[in-house]
């Protein structure tokens, strides 16, 4: 099975950039999507099919993919950006498409 | 505006079923080319896809709970419905239900989540 891998922890100082990886093989032939969670919610998608933004998400989020990696990068970080962050892609095989999350990423804002 | 909202016993007994609906509001669950979702979080820790039911009925679960769950729709109420057979305290989790809308595959639409506890 398809296997996503991201760093248990990030930690940035407002103001600064974060960069968030999602490791996987090949993933660069794959649309990844980032959800961003905060404590008692439910996840916020934040960034779809690798580097576009849903409407109402700040220009500062933005996403890259190529390679074995993707990455999710906040710009100008805030202390409202702190939460967890998942990655996800849809995996093809024997005829079914299933989804796939990494294991999410904390953001802390020092 | 498609709205998602779980409904279900916060408390099972452990070997009993878990039932959990999800009403749609704002749209069709009959609408093509959405994948109806439930997804897990167990206490502290990441997103566990359970498996989705297709606009065209067809279903696909995670191998490592296929044995135990079954969703379904019920296009007469606008809902689709999750259940999660022979419980243990290990199901204990916030269960969500959410589905892909205006941006692509990706799931934009969530329910609030609904937390289940398997205790006797």
């Known amino acids: 099975s398809y296997v996503l891998t991201q760093p248990p922890s990030v930690s940035v100082a407002p103001g600064q950039t974060a960069r968030i990886t999602c490791g996987g093989n090949?993933?660069?032939?794959?649309?990844v999507h980032w959800y961003q969670q905060k404590p008692g919610q439910a996840p916020v998608l934040v960034v779809y099919d690798d580097s576009d933004r849903p409407s109402g998400i700040p220009e500062r989020f933005s996403g890259s993919n190529s390679g074995n990696t993707a990455t999710l990068t906040i710009s100008r970080v805030e202390a409202g950006d702190e939460a967890d962050y998942y990655c996800?892609?849809?995996?093809?095989?024997?005829?079914?498409?299933?989804?796939?999350f990494g294991g999410g990423t904390k953001l802390t804002v020092l | 505006q498609v709205q998602l909202q779980e409904s279900g016993p916060g408390l099972v007994k452990p070997s009993q079923t878990l039932s959990l609906t999800c009403t749609v509001s704002?749209?069709?669950?009959?609408?093509?080319?959405?994948?109806w979702s439930w997804i897990r979080q167990h206490p502290g820790k990441g997103l566990e896809w359970i498996g989705y039911i297709y606009y065209s009925g067809s279903t696909y679960y995670n191998p490592s709970l296929k044995s135990r769950v079954t969703i379904s729709v019920d296009t007469s109420k606008n809902q689709f419905s999750l259940k999660l057979s022979s419980v243990t305290a290990a199901d204990t989790a916030v269960y969500y239900c959410a589905s892909d809308g205006d941006y692509g595959d990706a799931f934009d639409i969530w329910g609030q989540g609904t937390m289940v506890t398997v205790s006797s």
């Open positions: 090949n993933i660069g032939s794959k649309s």
């Open positions: 704002g749209g069709s669950i009959s609408s093509g080319g959405y994948y």
């Open positions: 996800q892609v849809w995996d093809s095989s024997s005829d079914h498409r299933h989804v796939v």
